[in-house]
């Protein structure tokens, strides 16, 4: 005998249909891309399973202290003409009060009591609403939805209106995560913001101090250039100098510029070895000239980045250059490897590791290697340096939401590690 499945009662089959469109609605709420992306399929899935056709989402404004209306949908503007309702809008509270949906005959009190109001919101009383639905989290109003039937009310069963509450539920859920996800982008963009604007408090004093000595040294050159215009070596000698502490200013605007500017890596999806191998092959002349043997070990499997290419080239440029300026005075080696890191919770992010065998740095001065103005190139004119390269290389790894570390021995090497993930989990 073949088993054969009872066939479903009609309230099954409406239980069934229920869970499938509530499966389908929590599906289309993943990943909004903006607020009326997560507002319009709000509205426009209630709006089809309610079957009524016109209708307009409120959200909270925390700044504004209102209800602002996000998103509206229907071919009568009379919802869409009311875009700000005031907390202490009858509909509100009673919509906080009751906490639960609102149907045309529930509504009449409080859309009566609005209408002797004097309020933008007080056009609400005029309009035929016919649903009202709170999308409550944590039992905090943070947005509705008000919809309207060209046809005038109608009787909706009972397991519709269930699958509404659900459906609102959900909604309120996704929205709330959306909008938390949004306030914390902006507070990291804010917090960036305030860790630049005060290391640039420091970099106005460094400043101050670092062009004292070329102004001072140019000043001197004008000041005695009318009286010993005739002394050749002189003027070759002392311009030669003053050639060199006006492209030092130069180079030090240039990279106060490059620090202020607040600058959004603009991401995009990268082959982290390729970036690596470009940066070399634009040293190697530099590195073959000085006797520094370049060493290369890449990842064969490196997991691909969202990155910013231009600003990860200049973070590698800025720490590949530093490193043969610590060999200057002998030959060397410069390592360089990537290596796929797997963290604690699972995600996998990519590791360069920049090492010389150059004179180390000392451990007082370890401490400081990335703030503003801190270096220690003082052996030349030429080698000599600004103090903001480390300190740009530093912001750019953080706003990749990355990591840069630094070890150093004295006499024996320094080596820097930066970490990034990657798009695998």
């Known amino acids: 005998m073949t088993d054969r499945k009872a066939p479903q009662s009609g309230s099954d089959q409406s239980i069934v249909a229920s869970l499938q469109r509530l499966t389908q609605f929590a599906r289309d709420m993943g990943h909004p891309a903006s607020l009326p992306v997560i507002a319009g399929r709000i ?10 056709s016109q209708g307009a989402l409120y959200v909270f404004d925390r ?23 005031a907390l202490n809008h009858p509909l509100v509270q009673q919509l906080d009060n009751h906490q639960d949906i609102l149907d045309s005959y529930a509504l009449t009190d409080s859309l009566h009591e ?18 009202a639905i709170p999308l409550l989290n944590r039992g905090k109003l943070i947005a509705f939805v008000l919809l309207q039937s060209p046809t005038g009310p109608t009787v909706i069963p009972s397991h519709t209106m269930e699958l509404l509450a659900a459906m ?14 949004e ?22 004093g460094g400043f101050a101090h670092e062009i004292r000595n070329p102004l001072t040294s140019i000043k001197t050159f004008i000041q005695l250039a009318p009286e010993r215009k005739d002394d050749s070596r002189f003027i070759g000698e002392f311009g030669r100098i003053v050639l060199e502490d006006v492209n030092r200013i ?4 240039q990279e106060i510029l490059d620090y202020a500017l607040y600058m959004e890596p603009q991401l995009t999806d990268e082959d982290l070895n390729e970036i690596v191998s470009s940066c070399l092959y634009f040293i190697q002349v530099k590195a073959d000239k000085r006797g520094i043997k370049i060493e290369k070990d890449l990842a064969p499997e490196l997991p691909r980045g969202m990155l910013d290419r231009q600003q990860v080239k200049q973070v590698l440029l800025n720490l590949l250059l530093n490193a043969m300026d610590a060999m200057s005075d002998k030959t060397g080696t410069l390592r360089v490897r990537t290596t796929r890191l797997q963290k604690a919770d699972g995600a996998v992010w990519s590791q360069i590791e920049i090492e010389d065998t150059g004179h180390g740095i000392s ?3 370890l401490d400081h290697i990335f703030d503003p103005f801190f270096t220690t190139k003082h052996t030349s004119a030429m080698n000599e340096g600004t103090g903001l390269g480390l300190t740009i290389a530093h912001q750019i790894i953080r706003e990749h939401r990355g990591e840069i570390q630094v070890q150093s021995t004295k006499g024996i090497g320094t080596t820097f590690r930066i970490k990034l993930p990657s798009h695998q989990g």
Do not use: K, W
């Not at 902006?186 to 305030?194: H, I, N, P, V, Y």
């Open 63 to 85: 700044d504004r202290e209102c209800f602002c209306q996000v998103v509206s949908q229907g071919q009568t503007p009379s919802i869409a003409g009311s875009p700000i309702v």
């Open 250 to 253: 130069e180079r030090l605007l």
């Open 363 to 365: 451990p007082e001065n």
């Open 114 to 131: 609005a209408s002797l109001d004097n309020t933008p919101g007080a056009q609400l009383a005029t309009l035929p609403i016919n649903l």
């Open 168 to 181: 609102a539920q959900n909604a309120a859920n996704a929205l709330d995560s959306f909008l938390l996800y």
């Open 43 to 52: 509205l426009s899935s209630l709006s089809e399973v309610s079957r009524h």
């Open 183 to 204: 306030d914390l982008g902006q507070s990291q963009a804010l917090m960036r913001r305030t860790d630049r604007l005060r290391s640039l408090e420091t970099i106005a």
